[in-house]
């Protein structure tokens, strides 16, 4: 069985209609009945042209000689032959189908939550790898590193910046409050984180002087610490009692950072970096009360922002 | 042999592997078969019925229409395998074979194929007929013996109509001749 077989199969679908429209004597079986005048060949072909008299005359004789059925043998031969060629198709095909059915839908919830665990699995890890190396869109960036920061992992922001870095950027905008006077007592305590044992006083005695000049404007400080970094100005808008304090809210670190996140004025060699260098400096210092003043350092931007502010107050 | 108005649950039962459809397919197309094959010459013509046979049952699923769709299709089926059976003996189609081929192939019937094919024979048709060409005889066995029209013939020879009447021609033309000239021999 070639190909050619195979595409003949349909085209015997015009049999019938053909042998319809062309015989109009279905119940003549020979040629000298007439069947060649009424299936139109004679008039085509000019008639006796075709089969002569002799043909026709012997065509009973030619289906006797010819068409005779295959012997016994040869007869159970053929149909063994058919019947190990045949398609073995079982007459009711709905068992088979059912069982498909049933197959498919056992094992399509185990593999729906598998494919959803994988997906969720993939999602988060690729998610949080480009979060983590930065790589998401700004809006994206920003959402991966809120949830990260909500789940205690350091993920950078749109901006790049990690929010643990970022929580000591802010204070900066308070101490760029108070201005300039601090700006300049925010030096030391910068200088004295080089030193830590030296700086935990030092800062406390620097910051005595600028608590005292905050005192005053320490209230003016609250207000721009709004507009500024609202984590910034919480102590001084609840009034902080540490930051009453001169230590506290004068401590330099606070109002230190505002003058030195004003880099211009104060020693912009220091403080000037906003970023990186001085956060980490003043980390150390906040846990000596002056580590804010690290923070004012890097929210340089924010401490003019609070500056300009505190000038209004 | 025709089914008849069962053709078409037959042919159902035949294309699900349907042992007794397969005998009652068997039963109406093999004479049809095995006389188109003898005609053609074909010594071993049971062995290349038995091939078509199989063509049939393996493209059986495939089949749609109706026993007169059928019967066509079974001839096309067999045009082929003897093309097949002529290329592999390497005998050119355009070589006519001598009547002795052509009454091997009938071979001895029983009584009254036997009285038929002397007939035949002693007419000098047969001899008229083994001259022919595979083409022509072909043509002239499915016009004559089978009935079949010159559209029905074009599509089982995959011939054109043109190619089919003027093979028809040649063959009708070319056993006068050899009829007339027996006659003068005579």
Redesign the interface.
């Known amino acids: 069985?070639?190909p050619?077989?195979?595409r003949?199969?349909?085209?015997?679908?015009?049999?019938?209609a053909?042998?319809r429209r062309?015989?109009s004597n279905p119940e003549s079986?020979s040629?000298s009945e007439g069947?060649s005048e009424e299936?139109?060949?004679l008039e085509?072909?000019?008639g006796v042209?075709?089969?002569?008299d002799?043909?026709?005359d012997?065509?009973?004789?030619?289906?006797?000689?010819?068409?005779?059925?295959?012997?016994p043998d040869?007869?159970a031969?053929?149909?063994a032959?058919?019947?190990d060629?045949?398609?073995?198709?079982?007459?009711t095909a709905a068992p088979a189908l059912s069982r498909r059915r049933v197959g498919a839908a056992e094992p399509s919830w185990a593999r729906r939550a598998l494919v959803a665990a994988s997906a969720l699995v993939v999602g988060a890890v690729g998610v949080g790898g480009l979060g983590m190396a930065g790589a998401l869109p700004g809006p994206v960036q920003d959402t991966v590193a809120d949830i990260g920061e909500r789940l205690g992992l350091d993920i950078p922001d749109s901006h790049g910046v990690v929010p643990g870095d970022e929580g000591d950027d802010t204070p900066a905008e308070a101490p760029g409050v108070t201005g300039e006077t601090p700006g300049q007592q925010g030096e030391t305590p910068g200088q004295l984180d080089q030193t830590p044992a030296n700086g935990a006083e030092p800062p406390g005695q620097v910051g005595a002087t600028p608590g005292q000049s905050e005192s005053t404007p320490g209230q003016s400080g609250s207000a721009p610490g709004q507009s500024g970094n609202p984590a910034a100005t919480a102590p001084a808008q609840s009034g902080d009692p540490s930051a009453t304090a001169p230590g506290q809210s004068g401590n330099p670190s606070e109002t230190a950072p505002g003058s030195s996140g004003n880099p211009s004025e104060t020693a912009p060699g220091q403080f000037g970096d906003p970023g990186a260098t001085a956060p980490v400096e003043s980390g150390t210092q906040g846990q000596g009360g002056q580590g804010q003043g690290g923070q004012g350092q890097s929210g340089q931007g924010q401490g003019n922002q609070g500056q300009g502010q505190g000038n209004q107050g | 042999m025709v089914i008849g108005e069962e053709f078409p649950s037959v042919l159902r039962a035949a294309q699900r592997g349907d042992g007794a459809a397969l005998e009652r397919i068997y039963s109406a197309s093999a004479p049809r078969v095995l006389g188109f094959l003898r005609s053609q010459g074909i010594s071993d013509h049971e062995d290349v019925a038995g091939e078509v046979f199989v063509s049939i049952v393996r493209d059986l699923p495939r089949f749609t229409g109706d026993e007169d769709a059928f019967r066509g299709w079974v001839f096309t089926i067999a045009q082929r395998r003897l093309v097949d059976e002529r290329r592999r003996r390497g005998r050119r189609p355009e070589e006519p074979f001598e009547q002795g081929d052509l009454v091997r192939a009938v071979g001895s019937g029983p009584t009254v194929e036997s009285e038929a094919l002397e007939r035949l024979r002693t007419s000098g048709l047969l001899d008229a007929i083994a001259r022919l060409t595979p083409d022509q005889r072909a043509v002239l066995y499915l016009r004559a013996v089978e009935d079949l029209s010159v559209p029905e013939i074009s599509r089982v020879l995959e011939k054109p109509e043109s190619a089919v009447k003027a093979l028809l021609r040649r063959a009708s033309a070319a056993m006068s001749r050899q009829m007339a000239a027996q006659g003068g021999e005579d």
């Not at chain 1, 042209?49 to 002569?52: D, F, Q, S, T, V």
């Not at chain 1, 060629?85 to 007459?91: D, G, L, M, Q």
């Open positions: 069985m070639g050619d077989d195979r003949g199969t349909s085209e015997w679908s015009w049999w019938a053909s042998r062309v015989v079986t040629m069947v299936r139109g060949l085509v072909e000019g042209a075709e089969l002569n002799e043909l026709r012997a065509v009973p004789d030619l289906r006797a000689a010819f068409v005779r059925p295959a012997a040869i007869a031969e053929h149909l032959r058919m019947k060629a045949a398609p073995v198709v079982p007459f």
